[in-house]
């Protein structure tokens, strides 16, 4: 079982930068990816970015240049730095992890870009 946290959601201004963190506990070791979705209201859920295990990365067009995901150094942490965010932006960001042939979520961090 794993169970994954997420923090560092609020609201900040248009321009402005917020960093995502999310942290997996349990019997976990060497997670294969994680990555953050979000889901704006109305929305489907979209992916935002993935980091694997092997240092590769990936994006969605739309966050491209703006955001940046890394893992931490035990592997069980992933961040999401956030820049130049937009309102459109504005949604609730879910982590995730790919683990032992399962997916797993955490219950979501809401972001709100607006001034």
């Known amino acids: 079982q794993v169970q994954l946290v997420e923090s560092g959601g609020g609201l900040v201004q248009p321009g402005g930068s917020l960093r995502l963190s999310c942290t997996a506990s349990?019997?976990?070791?060497?997670?294969?990816?994680m990555g953050w979705y979000r889901q704006a209201p109305g929305e489907e859920r979209e992916s935002v970015a993935t980091?694997?295990?092997?240092?590769?990365?990936y994006y969605a067009d739309s966050v491209k240049g703006r955001f940046t995901i890394s893992r931490g150094s035990a592997e069980n942490t992933v961040y999401l730095i956030m820049n130049s965010l937009k309102p459109e932006d504005t949604a609730v960001y879910y982590c995730?992890?790919?683990?032992?042939?399962?997916?797993?979520w955490g219950k979501g961090t809401l972001v709100t870009v607006s001034s």
């Open positions: 980091a694997i295990r092997d240092g590769s990365t």
């Open positions: 995730y992890a790919s683990y032992g042939g399962m997916e797993y």
């Open positions: 349990g019997s976990v070791s060497s997670i294969y990816a």
